[in-house]
C-alpha cells in the first residue's frame, strides 16, 4: 500500500509542478484536470487488463535511459573503448530487470556482398551477446542474435556509411506474461530502489519512478 501511495504521489507532485507554472495565486487544485491527470491510471488500466505489456512499458523506458546500440570500425566486429562503454551501461541496466528478454540485431553498411554482410552482421551481434554476458547479464536473458546484413540501414548511403555499421539490443518479451499487474511491475521499481540505497556510490542518483 506504501508504494502504491508512493506511485500516486509522485505522478500527482509530477504534474502538479507542471501544471501550476510561475503563478501560485489560485485555489488549490483548479490546475489539476487539465488532459493528464487519467495517464496514469489509464496506463495501470491497460497493463492490468493486458491491453498494453510490461514489456512495451519497459521497452520505453529502455529507450529512453540507455544507449541501444553499438558502433563498429569498417569490416570489424571488434569492440572499441566507446562500445564497452555503451555495453557496460546495458548489461547494468539489464541485470536490474531479469524478467526481460532481449534480442540482438547485427548490422552492416553496404560495402561487400550481400553474403559477407550477413556474416558480418552475425559476428557482430556475437561480439555483443558474449561481452553482455562477461558483464554479467545472465544467458537466458538473451534469447537471439540476429543478423540484418545491409538490408536495413540506419542511413540510407551507398558504400561507406558508420553509422549504419551497428548493433541494436531490443526487448523482446517477458518470462511470464502479465495479464494483471499483481505487484509484478511494483516489485521492480521497488529492486531499483533498493538497489540504489545500497550504493557505495556518494553520488548515485536515485531510480526515477517509471512512467506507468
Keep these: 500500500m506504501a508504494l502504491s501511495r ?4 509522485a505522478g500527482t507532485i509530477g504534474f502538479g509542478v507542471v501544471a501550476c507554472g510561475p503563478s501560485f495565486n489560485r485555489e488549490a487544485g483548479i490546475g489539476i484536470d487539465e488532459g493528464g491527470f487519467g495517464n496514469p491510471t489509464m496506463n495501470n488500466t491497460l497493463l492490468q487488463s493486458g491491453e498494453i505489456s510490461l514489456a512495451k512499458i519497459m521497452t520505453r523506458r529502455f529507450h529512453a535511459e540507455v544507449p541501444s546500440m553499438v558502433n563498429f570500425a569498417f569490416d ?6 566507446e562500445a564497452h562503454a555503451v555495453l557496460k551501461h546495458q548489461a547494468h541496466w539489464m541485470k536490474q530487470f531479469p524478467e526481460l528478454r532481449y534480442k ?23 561480439t555483443v551477446m558474449r561481452q553482455l554476458i ?23 548511403a551507398d558504400g561507406y556509411e558508420p553509422a ?28 531499483e530502489y533498493v538497489a540504489s540505497a545500497g550504493s557505495t556510490s556518494g553520488n548515485a542518483s536515485q531510480p526515477s519512478l517509471p512512467d506507468l
Design 76 to 81: 570489424s566486429s571488434s569492440l572499441d573503448a
Design 104 to 126: 540482438i540485431y547485427g548490422h552492416t553498411d553496404t560495402v561487400g556482398s550481400e553474403g559477407y554482410n550477413m556474416r558480418l552482421g552475425q559476428r557482430r551481434a556475437n
Design 6 to 9: 508512493r506511485f500516486f504521489l
Design 164 to 191: 549504419n555499421r551497428r548493433t541494436v539490443t531490443e526487448i523482446v518479451g517477458v518470462v511470464r506474461r502479465a495479464q494483471r499487474l499483481d505487484g509484478e511491475y511494483a516489485h521492480l521499481v521497488h529492486r
Design 134 to 156: 562477461h558483464l554479467g547479464v545472465p544467458n537466458n536473458s538473451i534469447l537471439a542474435v540476429v543478423s540484418r546484413g545491409e538490408t536495413q540501414p540506419l542511413i540510407a
